[in-house]
């Protein structure tokens, strides 16, 4: 057996065992330990200086933890539309409930998801960082695939807010998600 003094031996590790890799995108772990939700927003037409927020919001008291899997923003207008995620503490102002919230896991019989799904116009956003910023050309669907690596703990949220890139101009547009949650340990 050789000795490397920085690395130790170089020869291969005798360990016995299969190798395990974590993969938290996996399907299979999803279906056995997890629910998994799709939810949309109604299209919504905004003004010359508005903003379209869509929310995700987990509650204190949910028990999940929420990894996002893609975020959807359909631009439904001739212009091309700035697409800016947040980490929120706090989501308020002219809220709507979204009622599209559906579960697509058929191995396990709960229906409802423990998060608050909202949009509107020109939501107040406290305490927010921004994520990510990218454009969406017209009349066309930018898809974020974050695969699960966003986590939104208990009492925190996740925004994705629209607004024009051309200045003056109004525009319509409208957000969706997918997600998974699962029980916090």
Not at 42 to 58: C, P, Q, V, W
Not at 66 to 78: F, G
Request: one cysteine or more.
């Amino acid at each position: 057996m050789k000795y490397d003094d920085d690395y130790g031996s170089s020869d291969f590790c005798s360990c016995t065992g299969p190798e395990i890799v974590n993969d938290i995108s996996n399907g299979c772990r999803q279906a056995l330990l997890t629910e998994y939700y799709k939810a949309t927003m109604k299209m919504l037409e905004a003004g010359t200086e508005d903003r379209i927020s869509f929310a995700l919001i987990n509650p204190k008291e949910s028990g999940v933890n929420v990894y996002i899997r893609r975020i959807y923003a359909m631009n439904h207008s001739v212009l091309p539309l700035s697409l800016i995620t947040y980490f929120a503490g706090k989501v308020g102002g002219n809220i709507e409930i979204a009622e599209w919230i559906r579960n697509t896991n058929t191995y396990h019989f709960r229906e409802e998801s423990r998060i608050n799904v909202y949009f509107g116009r020109n939501l107040l956003l406290k305490g927010c960082r921004a994520d990510a910023r990218s454009s969406v050309p017209a009349y066309q669907t930018a898809i974020t695939d974050i695969n699960g690596e966003i986590l939104i703990a208990p009492g925190c949220s996740y925004v994705a807010e629209l607004t024009s890139l051309i200045l003056g101009e109004s525009f319509a547009a409208a957000v969706s998600a997918e997600w998974w949650e699962e029980p916090v340990r």
